[in-house]
């Protein structure tokens, strides 16, 4: 199974949106909507912070939000602020018995 | 809350056995994929498989020929051995919770394995 494409880098001002993209075939994320988003500084484990595609765990601040069109699913962070310069992962069932992740995009907050 | 806690050797040689253990503090193992994910030194995430509740299993394909992963509810520990390992399976290896809706809400600290 092939991991699923994610930009590398995406940037933003405080306060802007940025979105980044999730790609991976009509086996995966385009099969289901099993795809959820980490958020990982470095050093740390990583967090989830959406799950089954646009659901926000308990205590996830609203600003995140999640969703899918065809094979992509998309990760949109609004009222970008400092603490969101992270590294972000998706992940999808793939064939809903095994799991893939993205290569990780890096967001930088200019 | 519940949490997880990885353990075991940090330092593997290669072509040897790499052995993990993940300890659930709250005791219960039902219900749940009890999942390893690894990541290479400066390299994204890579699932590596998982146990459910029952005892079935799922492992990534690449991984799969080395690979078992196991139960222990008397303990409420899930351990993983992959054999036959290289420098290439070196990297922080953190075990977590894992739901029937897709997420993996609960996170081990991470240990990381070197193999030299």
């Known amino acids: 199974q092939s991991a699923l494409t994610q930009p590398a880098s995406v940037s933003g001002s405080p306060g802007q949106s940025i979105t980044i993209s999730c790609t991976g075939t009509?086996?995966?994320?385009?099969?289901?909507?099993?795809v959820s988003w980490y958020q990982q500084y470095p050093g740390k484990a990583p967090k989830l912070i959406i799950y089954?595609?646009?659901k926000r765990p308990s205590g996830v601040s609203g600003r995140f939000s999640g969703s899918k069109s065809g094979n992509t699913a998309s990760l949109t962070i609004s009222g970008l602020q400092a603490e969101d310069e992270a590294d972000y992962y998706c992940?999808?069932?793939?064939?809903?018995?095994?799991?893939?992740f993205g290569g990780g995009t890096k967001v930088t907050v200019l | 809350q519940v949490q997880l806690q990885e353990s075991g050797p940090g330092l593997v040689k290669p072509s040897e056995t790499l052995s993990l253990t993940c300890t659930v503090s709250?005791?219960?193992?039902?219900?749940?994929?009890w999942t390893w994910i690894r990541q290479p030194p400066g390299k994204g995430l890579e699932w590596v498989g998982y146990?459910?509740?029952?005892?079935?299993?799922n492992y990534n394909p690449s991984l799969k020929s080395r690979l078992t992963i196991s139960l222990d509810t008397s303990k409420s520990q899930f351990s993983l051995k992959l054999n036959s390992v290289t420098a290439a399976d070196s990297g922080v290896y953190y075990c977590?919770?894992?739901?029937?809706?897709?997420?993996?809400?609960?996170w081990g600290q991470g240990t990381m394995v070197t193999v030299s």
């Open positions: 709250d005791g219960s193992l039902s219900y749940h994929y």
């Open positions: 009509h086996s995966d994320v385009g099969a289901n909507n099993l």
């Open positions: 146990v459910f509740y029952s005892g079935s299993t």
């Open positions: 992940c999808s069932s793939v064939r809903s018995s095994t799991w893939v």
């Open positions: 977590a919770r894992g739901s029937v809706m897709g997420g993996f809400a609960i």
């Open positions: 089954e595609g646009t």
